[in-house]
Structure formats: structure tokens, C-alpha cells
């Protein structure tokens, strides 16, 4: 299975795929040149990496006055993952309540 096309299924835009693909390549870098790797212009890389450090599966910090990004390790996603299933599985008697209505 295509890794973007994965990162879509559990929830990535393509340009979040992307960016997240560029800064797992590029180390800490900065929003220039994950702009330049990932072939977007750089204002869009800017919401995206907020969305992605908001998310939590790309860090922020800031070295010499200078902004990076750095991706978290891929298991991050997992973790993602786990947390969504928790909610879902706390939803479903709600859920549940709200199918036997209609039926």
C-alpha cells in the first residue's frame, strides 16, 4: 500500500501527507525547506505544520532564533490511531441508542 494513500485513510489531507513525508525525510527543518521538498508553496506549508504540531505528529522548536519542525517517530501514529478507537468505543452505546431509534 502507497504511504500517502495510508496517511489518507487514517486521516491526512495530501498536503498534510506531504509535509509530514517531507519532515520525516528532512530532520529538524525549517518551513522553507520542507516547503521546498514537499513541492508547496511555503504560506500552505505554514498552516499545515501548525495543524500537524496541533495534531501532535510533527515538534516545533526553535534553535538560534530559528524556527524547525522535526517529525515525531511513525509510531506516533499508532497512538493516534489507539486514542481514536478509545473515543469511538466510548461513543458506541450513544451510537447504538441513536440506530435502534431509526430502526
Avoid: W
Wanted: charged share 25%.
Amino acid at each position: 500500500m502507497q504511504i500517502d494513500r495510508l496517511l489518507n485513510q487514517i486521516g491526512f489531507s495530501k498536503n498534510e501527507a506531504k509535509v509530514y513525508m517531507a519532515a520525516l525525510e528532512s530532520g529538524p527543518s525549517s518551513a522553507q525547506e520542507l516547503a521546498k521538498n514537499a513541492g508547496l508553496p511555503r504560506t500552505t506549508v505554514y498552516s499545515v505544520l501548525n495543524y500537524l504540531v496541533e495534531r501532535g505528529v510533527v515538534g516545533k522548536t526553535t534553535h538560534q532564533g530559528k524556527t524547525r519542525f522535526l517529525a515525531d517517530p511513525p509510531d506516533k501514529l499508532l497512538s493516534i490511531l489507539n486514542d481514536l478507537r478509545t473515543q469511538v468505543e466510548k461513543s458506541l452505546p450513544q451510537l447504538e441508542a441513536i440506530y435502534n431509534k431509526s430502526e
